[in-house]
């Protein structure tokens, strides 16, 4: 399964953007479909950072406490996607945001990062102030 990710941008504090996750490769949907799908972010530096993630079926969401309220994520099953809608963007937010998905996932391990099989190849987010 690959994973593109694309949406990325430079935005003004205050603004919105809407990045794009979409799986590809064999098995891709039902593979894609049927594991958590995340969203984390990094900048250089630092450990890479949970930012939300969706359940398969019922589509339950966790969130990181930094975007609680400013970003939502959701999927759409049948376009083998998962998208992340940020809205009042802060300069903390740049960074380079990656999707992922992985298997074994539980509410517990969400936010790991090594627990997620799959990794799309980035799209960088600038917000300036």
């Known amino acids: 399964v690959q994973l593109q990710a694309s949406g990325g941008g430079l935005v003004q504090a205050g603004g919105s953007l809407r990045l794009s996750c979409v799986a590809s490769g064999a098995a891709s949907g039902r593979t894609f479909n049927n594991y958590v799908r995340g969203w984390f972010r990094q900048v250089p530096g630092k450990e890479r950072e949970f930012v939300a993630a969706i359940f398969r079926g019922g589509g339950f969401t966790y969130y990181a406490d930094s975007v609680k309220g400013r970003f939502t994520v959701s999927k759409d099953n049948a376009k083998n996607a998962l998208y992340l809608q940020m809205d009042n963007l802060k300069p903390e937010d740049t960074a380079v945001y990656y999707c992922?998905?992985?298997?074994?996932?539980?509410?517990?391990?969400?936010?790991?990062?090594?627990?997620?099989?799959?990794w799309g190849q980035g799209t960088q987010v600038t917000v300036s102030s």
């Open positions: 992922a998905a992985g298997a074994r996932i539980i509410n517990s391990s969400v936010r790991t990062s090594s627990q997620y099989d799959y």
